[in-house]
């Protein structure tokens, strides 16, 4: 019964809030289909956490924030990856769209497996190897010690070691 009065209540939060949520992540993103994507994805996330919310704009506000920033980030190493590719192929001709989806399905994996470090560990590593914040930024920004952060990346780095050198 739980699952039900969730749904309802996540039912109610889209129906008084969606559109304000969709207005508001259009004003960033700048294009209607990605901010309706984004939206969808916010109550999403909601529906998977199962929690009850008391200030609906601000619980929704941040979690799609959240939701923009990982998109923003997976579409600049997207970027970066088929810009690389591109110039050690030598054109941008040679990309097609086989390698597009490639580099899709690689940048997913690299997802999937940030998605399985702890929250501060995975945000401390984004921001100090994606953003080029320096550790004592990331450290302000997360509220721990930047000895703390320099824990969490290394966690990171120990993590991504063991997967690729597990026997």
Request: proline share 2%.
């Amino acid at each position: 019964m739980p699952a039900v009065a969730a749904t309802m209540d996540v039912g109610a939060l889209y129906a008084s809030h969606g559109d304000w949520l969709r207005q508001w992540l259009r004003r960033h993103t700048r294009c209607s289909h990605r901010a309706a994507d984004l939206a969808q994805d916010t109550f999403c996330r909601l529906l998977e956490t199962n929690e009850s919310v008391r200030d609906p704009r601000s619980y929704l506000s941040t979690v799609a924030r959240r939701i923009l920033i990982d998109d923003i980030r997976r579409r600049e190493v997207e970027r970066a990856y088929l810009a690389v590719h591109a110039a050690r192929m030598g054109e941008a001709d040679h990309l097609t769209p086989e390698r597009v989806t490639e580099a899709a399905q690689f940048l997913d994996a690299i997802l999937r497996l940030l998605e399985t470090l702890p929250t501060k560990a995975r945000q401390a590593f984004m921001m100090v190897r994606f953003d080029s914040l320096r550790y004592c930024d990331a450290a302000q920004a997360l509220g721990v010690s930047e000895r703390m952060v320099k824990r969490y990346v290394a966690q990171v780095y120990a993590h991504c070691y063991a997967l690729a050198y597990a026997d």
